[in-house]
């Protein structure tokens, strides 16, 4: 049976039951589950489940064994080069490349379910099972919630190891990189209300940190949710800088090339009661049959330098073995 995945703000993981009925537009009332992908192109996005629970406690269930294979530096060097030469040229400021790890195994997604009461507080449980394939992840990263004509978002860009914090609130580059999502977030927004932006702190997710900035926006008007996602997805934290259509190409082609799951970064949405909030769909595994992929992404700017992204790459792949249960050697 088809079921979708949400954890909402209350610390509830809702879970959505099919068969699902697909419509182009949000329902007017009830209760709907928005799922799409990246590029944004799936036509009926809005799932309505035929029940909804809230997950209560489960029986412990371990992941079985996948066989990963870590991924081959060779290809990120190649879109690396890609990226930082078109920065030197001044064509982007910055992209968000994707390393897909891939595996093979028999994956549990009902083993993820035992895992969730164990997440950091911050790290929000969303997925899709469907019959044979899916995607299941826990993001600290929420792309915007709205209700009763308030946008409330976020910029989350930099990442290091939590014992590095101290050097992590004084990194030039990892500043920039923030401020390239707060400011460009700040833009996209400023035409549609009042915008009022939070001082930058940090993220504290056990083992890795994070910049983060929260933006709250009182809307001139009421818009329409899909209005708000195209104009918010995706974030420099997950997209190009500037964005436009040139950016965003290159940037699918390099997802393309690296292997990139359509799901990965897509927003994951659930709309009850008028109050709609999506997620940015990262630190996940997807699967299809017994073929599973653990994608991860790093910001490059011109002064990205190859080892270090490469070695935040593996950080975040560790991060989302640990979300699973999972070995993290690779």
Same mark, same amino acid.
């Given at each position: 049976m088809e079921r979708a995945v949400f954890g909402n703000r209350h610390g509830e993981t809702i879970v959505g039951y099919g068969p699902f009925t697909r419509f182009a537009q949000p329902p007017s009332t009830g209760v709907a589950f928005y799922r799409n992908d990246f590029s944004l192109s799936v036509q009926e996005p809005w799932y309505v489940p035929s029940r909804i629970e809230v997950l209560g406690s489960v029986q412990p269930l371990? $992941?079985? /064994? &996948? $066989?990963?294979?870590? /991924?081959? /530096?060779?290809? *990120?060097?190649?879109v690396f080069k890609e990226i930082t030469d078109a920065s030197g040229h001044g064509l982007i400021e910055k992209s968000v490349p994707v390393v897909t790890m891939k595996g093979v195994g028999n994956f549990l997604p009902d083993a993820f379910f035992s895992q969730i009461p164990h997440l950091p507080s911050a790290m929000?449980?969303?997925?899709w099972i469907g019959e044979n394939e899916g995607f299941l992840g826990a993001t600290p990263e929420v792309l915007f919630r709205y209700f009763d004509g308030r946008v409330y978002t976020m910029a989350l860009a930099g990442t290091a190891r939590n014992e590095e914090r101290a050097l992590f609130a004084l990194d030039e580059k990892e500043i920039r990189e923030h401020e390239f999502v707060a400011q460009n977030l700040i833009g996209k927004l400023s035409d549609l209300g009042m915008v009022i932006r939070k001082a930058r702190g940090i993220l504290d997710l056990g083992q890795l940190i994070h910049f983060q900035t929260l933006i709250n926006v009182e809307l001139y008007k009421n818009e329409e949710i899909e209005t708000l996602i195209k104009r918010l997805h995706p974030t420099p934290a997950l997209g190009s800088l500037p964005r436009t259509d040139?950016?965003?190409?290159?940037? =699918?082609?390099?997802? +393309? $090339?690296?292997?990139?799951?359509?799901?990965?970064?897509?927003? *994951?949405?659930f709309l009850s009661d008028g109050e709609f909030e999506a997620? @940015?769909? &990262?630190?996940?595994?997807?699967?299809?049959?017994?073929d599973c992929y653990? /994608?991860?992404?790093? =910001? &490059?700017?011109?002064?990205?330098?190859? @080892? +270090?992204?490469?070695?935040?790459?593996?950080?975040?792949?560790?991060? @989302?073995?640990? &979300? *699973?249960?999972?070995?993290?050697?690779?």
């Amino acid at each position: 049976m088809e079921r979708a995945v949400f954890g909402n703000r209350h610390g509830e993981t809702i879970v959505g039951y099919g068969p699902f009925t697909r419509f182009a537009q949000p329902p007017s009332t009830g209760v709907a589950f928005y799922r799409n992908d990246f590029s944004l192109s799936v036509q009926e996005p809005w799932y309505v489940p035929s029940r909804i629970e809230v997950l209560g406690s489960v029986q412990p269930l371990k $992941q079985s /064994p &996948i $066989q990963w294979t870590a /991924p081959d /530096p060779s290809e *990120f060097a190649r879109v690396f080069k890609e990226i930082t030469d078109a920065s030197g040229h001044g064509l982007i400021e910055k992209s968000v490349p994707v390393v897909t790890m891939k595996g093979v195994g028999n994956f549990l997604p009902d083993a993820f379910f035992s895992q969730i009461p164990h997440l950091p507080s911050a790290m929000r449980p969303y997925g899709w099972i469907g019959e044979n394939e899916g995607f299941l992840g826990a993001t600290p990263e929420v792309l915007f919630r709205y209700f009763d004509g308030r946008v409330y978002t976020m910029a989350l860009a930099g990442t290091a190891r939590n014992e590095e914090r101290a050097l992590f609130a004084l990194d030039e580059k990892e500043i920039r990189e923030h401020e390239f999502v707060a400011q460009n977030l700040i833009g996209k927004l400023s035409d549609l209300g009042m915008v009022i932006r939070k001082a930058r702190g940090i993220l504290d997710l056990g083992q890795l940190i994070h910049f983060q900035t929260l933006i709250n926006v009182e809307l001139y008007k009421n818009e329409e949710i899909e209005t708000l996602i195209k104009r918010l997805h995706p974030t420099p934290a997950l997209g190009s800088l500037p964005r436009t259509d040139e950016t965003l190409n290159l940037l =699918g082609k390099w997802r +393309n $090339q690296l292997g990139c799951p359509s799901d990965f970064g897509a927003p *994951f949405g659930f709309l009850s009661d008028g109050e709609f909030e999506a997620l @940015v769909a &990262i630190r996940m595994i997807s699967w299809k049959g017994a073929d599973c992929y653990l /994608p991860s992404g790093c =910001g &490059i700017i011109e002064q990205s330098r190859l @080892v +270090n992204e490469w070695r935040e790459l593996a950080l975040k792949r560790g991060s @989302v073995l640990r &979300i *699973f249960g999972m070995d993290e050697s690779c």
